[in-house]
């Protein structure tokens, strides 16, 4: 629907891209074969699926019948050395979820152990977890995680000299987006388990264009058809 990665055309694929269905592994497998073609084309973060936790239920299964515990470690290996976060031209931050603090920095972020599975009550592990919230201050524990209010949002974007942040991570945000904190906080869902899912595009001048779409057919009977 929006072409395939190049480097005219790079991609940010925002965490959760491997357990939405039966075909998780192929998923896998094309993205990363984009990004060994093409290293500068294609991007990753992670998200809280990619995770051991989650792959022993949505996606080892999977692995197992198709290939065997090797590829299965091989996998993990992968998906613990994906960044959590990504900025675009210093000024668009990405992450998957969202953020713990306002006084939260990229150099803590950058901090951040890669290759390893995120502990409880680790800065890790709230920072794949968060949502926005409403109420100005860190909200109480919502049922998947921390809540970050208006406030948090604007200072932590201020004190880093950011303009907005993109997230993911929420499947039940009308058309597959939402605007939170007066626009500062945009959360894009590319998955259309609702309603519809969404994609993000950003042009050279960092103006934005949301692209709303319903679901696909199966890859199978697109392939036919075509």
Request: glycine share 8%; hydrophobic share 35%; aromatic share 10%.
């Amino acid at each position: 629907m929006n072409g395939f990665p190049s480097e005219e055309h790079v991609y940010i694929i925002n965490g959760d891209f491997m357990d939405k269905g039966s075909q998780s592994i192929e998923s896998l497998i094309a993205l990363y074969l984009y990004k060994l073609h093409c290293p500068s084309c294609i991007h990753f973060t992670r998200g809280n699926h990619e995770t051991d936790e989650y792959f022993r239920f949505m996606v080892k299964r999977q692995v197992l019948e198709r290939y065997d515990e090797e590829v299965y470690g091989l996998i993990l290996e992968t998906i613990y050395e994906l960044p959590i976060a990504l900025t675009i031209e210093n000024k668009v931050f990405v992450i998957h979820a969202g953020i713990t603090s306002s006084q939260l920095t990229l150099e803590d972020l950058k901090s951040i152990k890669r290759g390893i599975e995120p502990e409880e009550d680790t800065l890790n592990m709230d920072i794949i977890w968060a949502d926005p919230g409403d109420e100005d201050g860190m909200g109480g524990d919502s049922i998947r995680g921390l809540l970050f209010g208006p406030d948090v949002s604007e200072e932590f974007l201020a004190n880093n000299h950011l303009k907005i942040i993109v997230r993911a991570h929420d499947s039940t945000v009308d058309s597959g987006y939402q605007n939170d904190h007066d626009g500062r906080v945009l959360t894009i869902f590319s998955s259309p388990l609702c309603t519809k899912g969404s994609f993000l595009n950003i042009n050279s001048l960092l103006e934005f264009e949301v692209v709303e779409f319903s679901a696909l057919p199966k890859i199978k009977e697109w392939l036919e058809d075509s």
